[in-house]
């Protein structure tokens, strides 16, 4: 079993910049596929990202990519979600999430984090 902290979360203006961590503790994040999932008040939450756990495949929804990046650092035990070229729209509750397959589907994740607030002011 793994315990997620994310970390990073704040206010910003749109077409800033911030990084989000996900810190793991009891599992590797090897171990996983890492995904990263937001909501924003009175809406689902939605796939952002996501990365495989062998083969470092990487997914992106299509209103974050050529903007966000997911990574990995294994002696850290931690995954990060880079953010350039913030947005108002990008406001929302962020979570990471731990799984064993490279989804975008929340429900196939197995462990979350308690999620990092992201305010983009325009």
């Known amino acids: 079993q793994v315990q997620l902290v994310e970390s990073g979360g704040g206010l910003v203006q749109a077409g800033g910049s911030l990084r989000l961590s996900c810190a793991a503790s009891?599992?590797?994040?090897?171990?996983?596929?890492m995904g990263w999932f937001r909501q924003a008040p009175g809406k689902q939450r939605e796939f952002v990202a996501t990365?495989?756990?062998?083969?470092?495949?990487?997914v992106y929804a299509d209103s974050v990519k050529g903007r966000f990046t997911i990574s990995r650092d294994n002696a850290k035990n931690t995954v990060y979600l880079q953010m350039n070229s913030l947005k108002p729209e990008d406001t929302a509750v962020y979570y990471c999430?731990?799984?064993?397959?490279?989804?975008?589907?929340?429900?196939?994740?197995?462990?979350w984090g308690q999620g990092t607030q992201v305010t983009v002011s325009s």
């Open positions: 009891g599992r590797a994040v090897s171990s996983y596929s």
């Open positions: 999430a731990a799984g064993s397959s490279v989804t975008t589907t929340p429900i196939t994740y197995d462990y």
């Open positions: 990365r495989g756990r062998i083969s470092g495949t990487t």
